[in-house]
């Protein structure tokens, strides 16, 4: 067993003195920030999050802002999604793709006005690819990484816990769209969103002051609801079908290869840095795409690489992700699978690190 050095290169969040209060079991890093991944267990934390309500500190969900007259123009630019339609007030998952095709990041673009943006980006440094971009085309748009730091309520019980902070109106915004409520006599962006398929909300807290102040406020009110810290949780993730960038995809992967190909608009994505690109490949359609696997078997181990996926003793893929699930009572798991082997019923091998088990392609994702 050995430790992580703190350094100010792994950067605190404003919420870190609330997360090791709360006892935080592991970590993970996240755009160079630490991110939970264990509060009591897994498990645990797994049927805590679908009984009641969770605060989850995603700070390490950076947010790029775009600020200026290009900003909109910029913003296409990163994506194939068509975002003429997007008004103020909206969210949208969108691919980030570089000029071949591949993804760079899928986050989540947040538009506060036509010349006010931020892309909250899953584990990349998309900031330097923007700011590439806004300097190479020498668009009029300043790019930079403001002090706002995501807390999300998630679980069953997310509205009963903010209608306590922010009042009855909470309950009327949308699914990935936001509004603004005040906390502190401050203006805070909240949007109906998070990384997790159990309902609840995302606040954008700007000015790290404001941090510890809202997450105590949280817990205090929500003490009879049974609040708990939490976080991205693996098992549900994964039973969601909620894709984690660097793990089940790389620049290596087109979005439809991702099975992203929802969000994407390619036709009519004009001025997207990657559309040449995807045009041609969507002629063609993907030859390898994603897939929920289950996979036979005790639990499953946890792991730092792909697993190798095999049929008939030849590779047609790999396991990207992969957790036992006390609900599904399988090994669920996400996995790239080449064409010949991705319809459902298929039935493969993967190698897992404790050995041979069989696997079996499957409809959809669980939740
Ligand atoms: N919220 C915010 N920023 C983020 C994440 C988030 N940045 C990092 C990471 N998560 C980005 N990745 C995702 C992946 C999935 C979703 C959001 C961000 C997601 N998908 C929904 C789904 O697939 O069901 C809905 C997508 C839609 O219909 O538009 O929520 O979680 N702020």
């Excluded at 976080?231 to 994964?238: H, L, T």
């Excluded at 004009?270 to 063609?284: F, H, M, P, T």
């Excluded at 990207?320 to 790239?336: C, E, K, L, Q, R």
């Excluded at 319809?343 to 069989?358: F, I, N, S």
Aim: hydrophobic share 40%; proline share 6%; aromatic share 8%.
């Amino acid at each position: 067993m050995a430790f992580i050095s703190p350094s100010r290169r792994l950067r605190r969040t404003p919420f870190s003195d609330g997360v090791e209060a709360a006892g935080v079991k592991a970590y993970t890093v996240y755009n160079r920030m630490l991110l939970p991944t264990v509060f009591e267990s897994v498990e645990a934390d797994y049927h805590h999050l679908k009984n009641h309500v969770q605060v989850w500190d995603v700070s390490v969900e950076r947010q790029v802002e775009l600020r200026g007259p290009d900003a909109a123009r910029l913003m296409q630019m990163l994506t194939p999604r068509d975002l003429r339609g997007m008004l103020p007030g909206r969210c949208f998952y969108v691919p980030i793709v570089d000029e071949t095709g591949g993804m760079l990041n899928d986050p989540v673009a947040v538009k506060l006005a036509e010349d006010r943006w931020w892309i909250s980006i899953a584990d990349s440094d998309l900031l330097l690819w923007v700011k590439g971009i806004a300097n190479g085309y020498r668009l009029d748009v300043l790019v930079d990484e403001p002090d706002v730091s995501p807390l999300a309520v998630q679980g069953p019980k997310a509205d009963e816990l903010m209608v306590r902070i922010f009042g009855e109106t909470i309950r009327d915004v949308k699914f990935f769209r936001f509004g603004l409520f005040e906390f502190e006599g401050r203006e805070l962006v909240v949007a109906r969103s998070g990384y997790s398929k159990q309902g609840g909300f995302e606040i954008y807290v700007e000015g790290a002051d404001l941090g510890m102040p809202l997450w105590n406020a949280l817990f205090a009110a929500g003490e009879d609801l049974q609040v708990r810290a939490g976080c991205p949780n693996a098992i549900e993730r994964i039973e969601g079908g909620l894709l984690s960038y660097g793990n089940d995809m790389t620049d290596d992967n087109t979005p439809h290869e991702c099975g992203l190909g929802r969000f994407c608009d390619t036709q009519t994505a004009i001025g997207c840095i990657g559309r040449d690109a995807l045009l041609r490949v969507a002629k063609e359609g993907p030859v390898q795409q994603v897939r929920a696997i289950a996979i036979d078997g005790d639990p499953v181990p946890g792991s730092d690489r792909a697993w190798p996926l095999f049929a008939s003793g030849r590779r047609v893929g790999q396991i990207t992700s992969a957790a036992w699930s006390p609900d599904y009572h399988t090994n669920v798991s996400i996995g790239m699978v080449r064409m010949t082997h991705w319809d459902t019923g298929t039935e493969l091998e993967v190698e897992t690190p404790d050995g041979m088990r069989r696997a079996t392609v499957q409809p959809g994702f669980w939740i």
